[in-house]
T-cell receptor, first 110, second 115 residues
Framework: DAKTTQPNSMESNEEEPVHLPCNHS???????IHWYRQLPSQGPEYVIH???SNVNNRMASLAIAEDRKSSTLILHRATLRDAAVYYC???????????FGAGTRLTVKP | DSGVTQTPKHLITATGQRVTLRCSPR?????VYWYQQSLDQGLQFLIQ???????AKGNILERFSAQQFPDLHSELNLSSLELGDSALYFC??????????????FGQGTRLTVV
């Protein structure tokens, strides 16, 4: 199964942009890149996903490298509420399950 | 509110006992996933069902079992409980099992404490 690699932790200042990287060098052509986040004491929640092109939604933007071996989740203006563990996972036609790695713990400082 | 309902929210039981955790997926979702999250292990995938059939199995112990019923709700049965089974158990649902272009929705979890 294709795996992802993320930094264990990152820090950001409130109202500044945050770029959360994810490496997935063994990604297959049919794998979608999904991002979830888990706020303290809550279940994970969907953030964004994409295949090849960059994607934007109300929560974040997803920038996907041209070779698709890496991607970056962009929070344009971090708020204290964005402090969470962010998970990058791959989902494809051959992946029935949805396995999470350790994720990146984002701390937002006021 | 994700639309995924897990009951009970909290459960305290003794070692050696058996418990059943229940998950009601979002309306229209056919696939259900179960996860265990303990302090030092992160989110561990246990098992996945699609329309009543098991589709994928992760690190699920033999003491644990699950099923998905015709009304699509799912139950996770944990037996011969040990102290180490204390954890948050999450259920998630999605429309289809592969979910390549669809998101999964998570419940708020059941916190199991084994004493």
């Amino acid at each position: 199964d294709a795996k992802t690699t993320q930094p264990n932790s990152m820090e950001s200042n409130e109202e500044e942009p945050v770029h959360l990287p994810c490496n997935h060098s063994t990604i297959s052509g049919t794998d979608y890149i999904h991002w979830y986040r888990q706020l303290p004491s809550q279940g994970p929640e969907y953030v964004i996903h994409g295949l090849t092109s960059n994607v934007n939604n109300r929560m974040a933007s997803l920038a996907i490298a041209e070779d698709r071996k890496s991607s970056t989740l962009i929070l344009h203006r971090a708020t204290l509420r964005d402090a969470a563990v962010y998970y990058c996972i791959l989902r494809g036609y051959n992946n029935n399950d949805m396995r999470f790695g350790a994720g990146t713990r984002l701390t937002v400082k006021p | 509110d994700s639309g995924v309902t897990q009951t009970p929210k909290h459960l305290i039981t003794a070692t050696g006992q058996r418990v059943t955790l229940r998950c009601s997926p979002r309306s229209g979702d056919l696939s259900v996933y179960w996860y265990q999250q303990s302090l030092d292990q992160g989110l561990q995938f246990l098992i996945q069902y699609y329309n009543g059939e098991e589709r994928a199995k992760g690190n699920i112990l033999e003491r644990f079992s699950a099923q998905q019923f015709p009304d699509l709700h799912s139950e996770l049965n944990l037996s011969s409980l040990e102290l180490g089974d204390s954890a948050l158990y999450f259920c998630a649902s999605s429309v289809v099992p592969q979910g390549v272009s669809t998101e999964a929705f998570f419940g708020q979890g059941t916190r199991l404490t084994v004493v």
